[in-house]
């Protein structure tokens, strides 16, 4: 029987999602001109609820986690040092 190729990565997957923004830019071009402005007050409002998120993510989800993991492997590496230097106590609490 003979082998199966190895399938081939997806290719231009950064044209299909430039052309998807370009053509949902238009939209919205559009629909702003058609409502006379309104819709540009609520992009904007969206755009800035956006943001808030973004930054809450990248300062807590994001940095404060790992220094946060950094902490607690230290924390374990001094807990494990001092384990050491008991040899004669049980492990754990």
């Not at 053509?23 to 540009?40: F, K, N, R």
Request: aromatic share 10%.
């Amino acid at each position: 029987m003979p082998e199966r190729p190895e399938p081939k990565p997806p290719q231009g997957s950064w044209l299909s999602l430039l052309l998807a923004a370009g053509v949902g830019m238009m939209i919205l071009v559009a629909l702003v001109m058609l409502t006379g402005g309104y819709l540009a007050l609520v992009v904007v409002v969206g755009g800035g609820v956006f943001a808030m998120a973004a930054f809450h993510y990248l300062v807590w989800g994001w940095w404060l986690s790992e220094k946060l993991y950094r902490e607690e492997a230290e924390a374990e590496a001094r807990q494990a040092a001092e384990q050491a230097d008991r040899p004669g106590e049980p492990l754990g609490p």
